[in-house]
């Protein structure tokens, strides 16, 4: 459990100090650009470029997150169709094996009873025997 929020506590430190880089490095490059020796319209046009080349790079990369992402899937799509495959192949070989000890624990009762009712013949037949000649 405390390995657990050691974990979240480094990754929420990483984030913010991610964010924070990415903050600076932004406010940075604006206010370069804004306090560059060139003239407003130049100013203004450079900003367009490089927004135009940051949301193109984001584009991008949101792409190959998007690619990454519905390849993961697929993998975890075949994974799970294969522990199903398994599962079920596990459930129909125990289905088997259930009826088949079934069917040699019922031949195997019916012997034993088979075997006990003679038993009991043979033990009431010696008691009526044994009555008889007692009489």
Known sequence: MNEEKNNESVRN????VITSLLAGLSAGFIL????????????????????????????????????KTKEYIEKSKVKLA???????????????????VSRVAG????EAGDKIKKAIK??????????????
Do not use: Q, W, Y
């Open 82 to 100: 294969e522990l199903r495959s398994m599962g079920e192949e596990f459930l129909e070989k125990s289905h088997e094996k259930m009826a088949d």
């Open 13 to 16: 430190c990483f984030s913010g």
């Open 32 to 67: 370069g650009i804004l306090f560059a020796p060139k003239s407003g319209k130049e100013t203004r046009k450079e900003i367009k470029e490089k927004s135009e080349e940051v949301i193109n790079k984001s584009r991008e990369e949101l792409g190959k997150a998007t690619d």
């Open 107 to 110: 031949t195997g009762a019916k």
């Open 122 to 135: 043979k033990g009431k037949a010696k008691a009526r025997k044994i009555e008889k000649e007692l009489s």
